[in-house]
């Protein structure tokens, strides 16, 4: 199957955290899975998406709700994994573009809560890592996070950092800006 080369879809995902070890029988699942196609002609974000998961083996702890402002309750109301990444398939054709997140985190748990749900894995193989690729652009000596990368690019962080759509839409004008400076 061939790649489409119209869009990147950036992805990022919150899930369930603890201060420390996890209790007993619970283990980090997807939350929320935030979603910012970028058009990669024009390098413009095309819209933000929110999908909220349903956790199966855990609860959301109040330090997960203090980083991502996300109850209980809220992910109460999600779909299931399988449900959202059948929205990834289908709405966004997920698994025929290229997709990005801001490092390795969400492409691993993505790959490992996938297969210990028996969840057809939404994405294809072609991955951005825009955290890598951002500081191999800029000639850094280490890698930095979302919000320093956007200060070097002098851009403002918009919404709520660790909120899943809000992250994507942050992470996609990192990449928006490497893909045109690539152009010039």
């Known amino acids: 199957m061939a790649i489409r080369l119209d869009q990147i879809i950036v992805v ?7 201060e420390k070890e996890p209790p007993p029988h619970q283990e980090r699942e997807i939350i929320e899975i935030g979603i910012c196609p ?5 390098g413009e974000l095309l819209e933000k998406e929110s999908i909220l998961v ?8 109040a330090f997960c709700t203090q980083l991502t402002t996300l109850t209980q309750a809220q992910v109460n109301q999600g779909v299931s994994l399988g449900q959202a990444c059948s ?21 691993r748990q993505f790959e490992v809560e996938c297969e210990k749900k028996g969840v057809r ?61 690539q152009r010039k």
């Open 12 to 18: 990022d995902i919150e899930a369930t955290c603890w």
């Open 38 to 42: 970028l058009d990669i002609t024009s």
């Open 54 to 61: 349903k956790p199966k083996q855990s609860q959301v702890s």
């Open 87 to 107: 929205i990834l398939r289908n709405k966004y054709i997920s698994h025929q573009r290229i997709w990005a997140s801001y490092g390795e985190f969400d492409k």
């Open 121 to 181: 894995y939404p994405f294809s193989n072609r991955h951005i890592n825009v955290k890598t690729l951002f500081s191999v652009m800029y000639a850094l000596e280490k890698e930095v996070g979302m919000a320093a990368a956007l200060e070097r690019l002098n851009l403002p962080l918009e919404g709520t950092h660790h909120r899943g759509h809000d992250d994507a839409w942050n992470i996609a004008k990192i990449l928006s800006q490497l893909i045109s400076h």
